[in-house]
């Protein structure tokens, strides 16, 4: 298999030379951005730069510094704008990164000790080249290309080292599964340090040969980890006409919303790809009911990003779609989902990956081939009864009934379980109406799996106030610990009125 790098370079030489990557004031075609890639290539060299931290906006740039780390034989490591000024200095230290690229007068550049970075004379179109002071060498396979840095369930980031090898195959094989639609334009709408946009929006539109979008975060209206302007990305879409993107569950839920609210449905999609988290099958019916094209996938950033994914041509509500080509799936006697094929090399810090990854996500292969996930190994709480649950396949119960935005559950111990409940903005529903949600739930649930009780959640789940992940994911240590009194006493209310 050929890699990414080889295809742009073979791109740049045709004498056709079609436009590769755009954002709002900048156009290069192909052999443009080999040419920038080859510019930044020649000052990380001219520097002795091994391990390359990256602070950037979304842009064009941001590509091109991608594409030079590949030829010098560098290193990559994307940071998420999103990270804290302590998860920054952790992944720089983690990571042994020697060299830093940033906008000098961005918020993430000033966050970091002025101390740690020594300027340097060159800049990679307009970003600042830094020197890391005092960075030490890192544990890493010898064959890491880039590191990602996973949010997890904790603040201090995991470092995942990725090969070429790996990530290339992975693009490979969306470029495969796509390939009927004819897509020749991507818009990027999530940050590019996030490995799936990497892998999916760039990795593989390039191997197509296809346009790729890059405005800058605002104008997509994604800001942070969780304040996002569906409207802004309404006008973004409507400007730019692309053919697919990217979207995370709760993006695509106000995506659905604005447009059932009167906001027109964009014409030139043909592929919406939504995953990193739990989608509702509910609301991937709410948008087939907008003739709104969306395919729900799966991955993990340890299998280089995506490991099946639904298709026009083979597409289940309720799965998340059929292995891809590069990627076999296991399923053990638990439940638990292992992923053979290129994959992760292992952590920084010398922990290795074995080839089989055990996922820890619960889940089974139907008869047809599509993947379903129920849930993740660890969350599986015991009732006071002795039976396993999952939380997640009670709350994707719970998610698909309209009155309710976001859901997380609790029984660990417990005779029953109880609900921690998000009403959907602008939902009329009160509290009779929720009831009557949870009890169209519960009759699809076996007895221990029901929800007996339920409590409204005092302000949204989002990453900025520590109860959700970047990527839409429950943080259930800290939702225990915020909503743990209040889940107690409506137990002693109860076990003290039957007593």
């Known amino acids: 298999m050929r890699s990414t790098l080889d295809i742009v370079s073979d791109l740049a030489a045709q004498p056709i030379d079609r436009c590769a990557v755009r954002s709002a004031d900048v156009q290069w075609s192909y052999r443009d951005l080999f040419t920038a890639a080859t510019t930044v290539a020649g000052q990380l060299q001219a520097h002795d730069a091994c391990v390359v931290a990256l602070a950037a906006d979304n842009g064009p740039v941001w590509l091109a510094i991608d594409l030079a780390t590949q030829l010098c034989g560098a290193t990559l490591v994307p940071l998420p704008g999103f990270f804290t000024a302590e998860q920054i200095a952790h992944a720089l230290a983690d990571s042994g990164a020697d060299t830093l690229i940033a906008d000098p007068r961005s918020p993430f550049a000033r966050s970091i000790d002025a101390g740690t970075l020594q300027p340097l004379d060159d800049a990679a179109n307009g970003l600042q080249l830094f020197r890391v002071r005092n960075a030490g060498a890192a544990d890493m396979p010898a064959q890491t290309a880039k590191i990602s840095y996973t949010s997890g369930t904790t603040g201090r980031p995991k470092g995942v080292c990725l090969s070429q090898l790996a990530m290339d195959s992975v693009a490979e094989s969306l470029r495969c599964a796509v390939a009927e639609l004819d897509v020749t334009k991507h818009l990027c709408v999530l940050p590019l340090a996030t490995l799936l946009e990497n892998i999916a929006g760039v ?297």
């Open 203 to 499: 990795y593989a539109p390039l191997r197509n040969g296809a346009e790729i979008i890059v405005p800058s975060l605002q104008e997509t209206g994604l800001t942070g980890a969780a304040r996002f302007d569906v409207l802004t990305l309404l006008r973004c879409i409507d400007r730019h006409r692309p053919q697919s993107l990217i979207l995370l569950p709760q993006l695509l839920a106000a995506l659905v919303t604005a447009l059932e609210h009167g906001a027109p449905v964009p014409p030139s999609l043909r592929f919406v790809a939504v995953g990193g988290g739990r989608v509702s099958p509910a609301l991937l019916e709410r948008a087939d009911r907008l003739r709104l094209p969306v395919y729900e996938g799966y991955g993990l950033t340890e299998c280089a990003s995506v490991v099946a994914l639904n298709t026009p041509a083979a597409r289940r509500i309720g799965s998340v779609g059929r292995p891809l080509p590069h990627a076999q799936l296991e399923v053990d006697a638990r439940g638990e989902i292992a992923v053979a094929g290129p994959a992760v090399c292992g952590y920084v810090g010398g922990s290795y990956v074995p080839t089989r990854f055990p996922t820890g996500d619960l889940g089974y292969v139907d008869r047809d081939g599509f993947l379903f996930i129920n849930g993740r190994r660890k969350n599986v709480f015991i009732t006071s009864f002795g039976r396993n649950v999952s939380p997640e396949w009670v709350e994707s119960e719970l998610l698909e009934q309209g009155p309710i935005a976001q859901v997380a559950v609790f029984g660990e111990a417990r005779p029953w379980n109880v609900a921690v409940i998000v009403p959907t903005p602008g939902s009329t529903a009160n509290h009779r109406g929720i009831q009557a949600a949870i009890d169209r739930a519960n009759q699809r649930l076996p007895d221990y799996a029901r929800v007996g009780d339920w409590l409204c959640a005092d302000e949204p789940f989002t990453a900025s106030n520590g109860l959700l992940t970047p990527n839409g994911r429950n943080r259930r240590g800290a939702l225990w610990k915020h909503y743990r009194w209040p889940i107690d006493a409506l137990y002693d209310s109860k076990l003290g009125r039957t007593a």
